[in-house]
C-alpha cells in the first residue's frame, strides 16, 4: 500500500524563497514567488519583472516519473482535440522535469483568466459547458496509452469507497462520520451492480470548478476555458470524469441538486453514455462527495497548516450534503429519465365492473373528479391561494349531492402553490386521493389481487407482482403480513365519521417504496388519506416510479407533465422568426392572478411587467363585465346605445379641470391610438412634418412605427425614417447630451433650433410626439421644465403636442394619473391603450372637438371593434375597479417602497446605477462604471433569467437593454415588493 492509500499526503516543505531559487537555478529567470493552494503538491506563480506569470509545480514525491510523462502526453492529446492547456516549459537545459533538493520540478505556461471554485451561482449555460468540457476531456484521451497511467491512487473512483472507509476515522464528528459511512456503502452497492460494464480508459480525473481557468463571455458570466492539473491523471472508468466534474459543480447552488442534470445532459450529447453509466452517474456522484469529506478532515489531520486544505471543508460539505439530498434511487432515475432510458413497465389490469364501487362498495351517489389545476374554473377570483382551497372545493362538491369526490394522481395542484418564494411547492401528487361524505364506516376492497407485504395503523401494502405494489392509505386494515387478497376481497375499514373523510390510492414501483435508501421516506407525510406530492423538477423520477391508478378505480386518466418544451418546439414550427420570445427556457404560462403568473407545474412567478393588466390579472369584474355584456349585445359605433357615451364621458372626468379636451376616439390598441393622433394633428394643421424623440417606442403600425426611433426595437430605426419624421435629441438627463436634473432648457432649446431649421427648410412642423415619462429608456423621468418648454416652443410654431400615454398613463405613476401632470403640462391630444381594458383591446385618442373634427377632410372615422358596448363595459370596469382598489394610491405607496429598496440595493452593488421612474413605472439602470455610465447589457440579461428561477418576472428595456423594466399590475403587495427587493439583491451577490 502507498503512502496515498494509506490515506493522504503531507506537501514537499518547499517555500516561497525556495521558488525563487528554482525559478532562478533550473530555468534561468529572476521572479517573485507567491503560493497557490494545494492538497498535496506545491504551487506557485512566478511573476518576472515584465509583468509575465508562470506556475512552478514542485511534486509530491510519491509521484513517479511515468506518471508525469504520461500526463505530457495528455497534454499533447488535449491540443490535438482542441481542449485548452497550458504548456510545460523546459528547463535550461530543455527538460521538462527539472529536479532541486530531491523533488521533481515543473514549470507551465500560467492560464490566463479567472477561477470558478468562487465564482458563486452558475447558470445553466455554464453547467452545460462543463458537461462538454467533461465529455472533450474523454474523447481527447479515449485513446491514450502509457505505463504511466496505470498506477495506485486515492482519487480513482473505482477505489473511492475503500478509500472512504480508510479516511473515514479522521472525521470527528461522529454524526457526520455515521452520514459519510452510509452514502458511501449505498452508493458502492448501486455501482456493483453495473461496475463490470462500465468502460475504463485514460481520465483526467480530477476536472473541477478548481481546475478549469474561465473566461468571461459576451453574456458576462465565466465561462470553463482552460484545463489545468493533471495530478490525478490515470485510467478509471469513463464515467467518472463526469460525476468528478458535475460534483463540483454542487456546492454553487447546494439547494438545487438536480442542476447537475444540465451537465449530465450535455456530456451525452457529445459523449453518449450506455446506460450502465447513466446508471452510475449519481453513485459515484455521492462517492465522490463522501470521499472529499473524508479526505478533508484527513488532511487536516496530517497536514494541520494547510490552509487551503482548511478552507474546502466547508465546501466538500456543502457538495455532500447536495449530493445526498435526494435518494440515490431516485436521483438515478433522473438520470434515466433525462438519457431516456426506458422505464420498468408495470400497470395491473384493471377489474371489470365499475372499479370505484367495487373499491368503495356503498356509493350511491355522484362521484365527482375535481380539477385542482392550473387551469381549474373552480380556482377563479384567487381561490386557489386560501389556506383550505382544496377542502372548500371538497365540501362543496360533497354539498352539491356527491358520494366521493376525487383529486387526482399526477394533476398539478395549483391549490399547492406558493407565492412570493424562490422555491417551486410541491404540487404533483404520487396518489389518487378520495374523499368520502360522512356516514358509518364503510369497508374498503381490494382492485388487485396480491401479497399483503406491509400494514400500518394507516394503510397497507400489496405486492401485486414482481415489480409493482399497491398502496392504500387511510384506512384502518386487520389483514397481516403475507396473507393473499383476491380483486374485490375487503382490505380495509375507512372508520365512521361525522365529517368527510380521505383514503389514497397508489400504484408504485417496487424499488421506490423497498430499502433503505426509498425514495417515498424523501416525500414529507401527508395526513391519513392525503396524497404525498413532490415538487416540478422531481417529477420525471416519480412518473416512473408511481402509475396512475385511475385504470383500476374507474377513473379518467388525467396526470400532467410539463409541455413547455413540446410548447415551443410546435411555436417555432408556426411562428415568424421576428416574433419576440422571454427567456432561454421559457415557461410555460396558463394562469394568472393579480400580479401573479402560474406556470403548467403550478409555479408562481411575481409579474414585474405585464403593465397591460393594469388591474391585475383574472380580475373578476372585468370577467363578470364581459361575460354579461357579451351575452347581451356587441355591435359597433355607428348603433346608438349607452355604454360609449358613459364610458367616453367617464374618461375626459378624469382630465385636468379647465382643459379644452373633450372629444373622445376609441380603437383597439395604443399603436392605433398613436397612428390616429398622427393623423388628427396632420389634418387640424394641413402639414406633415412629426417631430418624434429619438429613443422613442409608440408602435408598430405604419405611421407609428414611423415616429419609433428606438434602435432597441429596430436596430436601423434612425436610418429609415420616412420624410416626414425629424426626430429631436431625447431629454434623457441620465445618459443624454446634457447630464442632470436642470437641463431641460437646454434640451428644449435644441428642439426649439430643430423647429427653426424645419421652418427654413418648409417643412412646418405638424405635431410632437413624445411619451410624458421616457418608458422606453426605463422610466426616466423628463428633466424639469423640458415638457411644458417644448410644449411651447411647438405651439408657437402652430404644431400640435401628442402625449403618448399607453404606458405612463392611468394611475401608474402614483402621484397622479396621467403622466403629463408630472411636468405641469396638458397636451393637444393624448394617446393611451394598454390598461384601459386590463388587457382587453381597448385604444384611444382624447382631443378637442376642434381638431377632432379636422378629421372629417379625410373622410368619416370608424372602428370596427373600438368603442363597441364589449369594450366599453370592460373600460367602465376597469374605472370602477381602479377607484374601488385605490390602485392609483398603491402604486404611489408600493412604488416608493420599491424605488426606495433598489436605491438601497445600490449602495451595496456597484452594478446598480440610477433607478429611474416613480410610483409603479420604474427602471433599474445596471451598469459596469458609475461614472462612464457603460451599460451592463449582457449582466442584466443575464440577471433576469436568474430572477426567472427565483420566481420573479423582469425584463430589460432601454436603447442600451441595460434597464431592468419594473412596471408590474398596479396590484402589487408591499410583500411582493419586498421580495423581488431580496431576490434582486441575492442575485447581485450570489451572481448570474
Known sequence: MTEQQAGGLVRPEVSETDAVTIARECYGIEAEAHELGSNQDRNFVLLEADGRRSVLRVDNPVFEDAARDAQHAALDAYRAAGVAVPSVLPGLDGALVQRWGGFAVRRSEFAEGEPMVDSGYFAPVVIEEFGVLAAASVNALAGLRHEGLERAQMWDMRVAYEQTVQLAPAITDAELREQVLGWAAGAHEALSLVSADLPVQAIHGDLTDDNVMARLGDDARLHPHTVLDLGDLGMGWRVAELAVTASSLLHHDAERPLRLLDAIAAFHRAAPLSEAEARAVWPLIVLRSTLLVASGWRQLEIDGDNDYARERIEGEQAIFDAATSLPLVEATEQVLALLGFESVHFAPQ???????????????????????????????????????????????????????????????????????????????????????????????????????????????????????????????????????????????????????????????????????????????????GRAQLVTPERVPAWSRFTHDPAAILGLPQLAERDESVDELSRREQIFASAQERYYDRPMQIERGWRHHLVDTTARAYIDMVNNVTGLGHGHPGVADAVNRQIRILNTNSRFLYRELAEYSERLLALLPPNTELDTVLLINSGSEAV??????????????????????????????????????????????????????????????????????????????????????????????????????????????????????????????????????????????????????????????????????????????????????????????????????????????????????????????????????????????????????????????????????????????????????????????????????????????????????????????
Request: with cysteine; aromatic share 6%; hydrophobic share 45%.
Open 675 to 992: 397612428d390616429l393622433a398622427l393623423r388628427l394633428a396632420q389634418a387640424a394643421t394641413g402639414r406633415k412634418t412629426v417631430v418624434s424623440l429619438r429613443e422613442a417606442y409608440h408602435g408598430w403600425t405604419m405611421a407609428s412605427d414611423a415616429v419609433t426611433t428606438s434602435a432597441y426595437d429596430n436596430p436601423y430605426a434612425l436610418e429609415n425614417r420616412p420624410d416626414w419624421v425629424h426626430v429631436a435629441d431625447v431629454p434623457n438627463q441620465f445618459r443624454g447630451t446634457y447630464r442632470g436634473e436642470n437641463t431641460g432648457a437646454a434640451y428644449a432649446a435644441d428642439l426649439g433650433r430643430d423647429l427653426e431649421q424645419l421652418a427654413a427648410e418648409g417643412r412646418e412642423v405638424a405635431g410632437f410626439i413624445c411619451e410624458s415619462v421616457l418608458g422606453n429608456a426605463g422610466g426616466v423621468v423628463l428633466p424639469t421644465g423640458y415638457l411644458a418648454d417644448a410644449y411651447a416652443r411647438v405651439r408657437a410654431a402652430g404644431g400640435l403636442c401628442i402625449a403618448d400615454e399607453v404606458q405612463v398613463g392611468f394611475g401608474r405613476m402614483g402621484s397622479s394619473f396621467w403622466g403629463f401632470e408630472q411636468s405641469g403640462v396638458v397636451p393637444d391630444i393624448i394617446t393611451i391603450a394598454k390598461p384601459m381594458g386590463n388587457g382587453f383591446p381597448i385604444g384611444g385618442v382624447i382631443t378637442s372637438k376642434k381638431i377632432a373634427d379636422a378629421l372629417a377632410s379625410q373622410g368619416q372615422f370608424f372602428s370596427s371593434a373600438g368603442g363597441n358596448p364589449l369594450s366599453c363595459r370592460v373600460g367602465l370596469a376597469v374605472l370602477d375597479a381602479m377607484e374601488e382598489e385605490g390602485l392609483q394610491e398603491n402604486a404611489r405607496v408600493v412604488g416608493d417602497r420599491l424605488a426606495n429598496g433598489f436605491r438601497e440595493l445600490a449602495t451595496r452593488h456597484d452594478i446598480v446605477g440610477p433607478v429611474h421612474g416613480e410610483g409603479l413605472y420604474l427602471g433599474v439602470e445596471l451598469v459596469r462604471d458609475r461614472e462612464t455610465m457603460e451599460p451592463a447589457k449582457a449582466e442584466a440579461a443575464a440577471i433576469c433569467e436568474r430572477m426567472k428561477e427565483l420566481g420573479v418576472v423582469v425584463l430589460t428595456t432601454s436603447e442600451r437593454s441595460n434597464v431592468l423594466k419594473v412596471k408590474p399590475p398596479l396590484c402589487l403587495t408591499a410583500e411582493s415588493a419586498d421580495y423581488v427587493v431580496s431576490a434582486l439583491d441575492r442575485v447581485l451577490t450570489e451572481g448570474w
Open 350 to 528: 384493471a377489474a371489470a365492473g365499475d372499479p370505484l364501487v367495487s373499491f368503495l362498495p356503498g356509493l350511491s351517489g355522484e362521484i365527482v373528479v375535481l380539477d385542482p389545476g392550473v387551469e381549474s374554473e373552480y380556482l377563479d377570483a384567487g381561490r386557489w391561494l386560501e389556506d383550505n382551497a382544496e377542502e372548500e372545493l371538497i365540501a362543496d362538491a360533497l354539498a352539491g349531492g356527491a358520494d366521493a369526490v376525487v383529486l387526482p394522481y399526477g394533476v398539478y395542484r395549483m391549490t399547492r402553490t406558493a407565492i412570493d418564494t424562490a422555491d417551486a411547492a410541491a404540487t404533483w401528487p404520487i396518489a389518487s386521493e378520495i374523499w368520502v361524505a360522512s356516514g358509518a364506516a364503510r369497508p374498503v376492497l381490494s382492485p388487485v389481487a396480491g401479497e399483503i407485504v406491509m400494514v400500518t395503523e394507516r394503510g397497507l401494502l400489496i405486492q401485486v407482482d414482481g415489480t409493482c405494489l399497491f398502496a392504500l392509505d387511510g384506512a384502518s386494515s386487520e389483514l397481516t403480513v403475507g396473507d393473499r387478497v383476491a380483486v374485490g376481497a375487503e382490505l380495509a375499514t375507512l372508520a365512521e365519521s361525522a365529517a368527510a373523510r380521505p383514503v389514497s390510492a397508489m400504484l408504485v414501483r417496487e424499488n421506490a417504496l423497498v430499502g433503505t435508501d426509498s425514495p417515498i421516506f424523501s416525500v414529507e407525510l401527508s395526513e391519513p
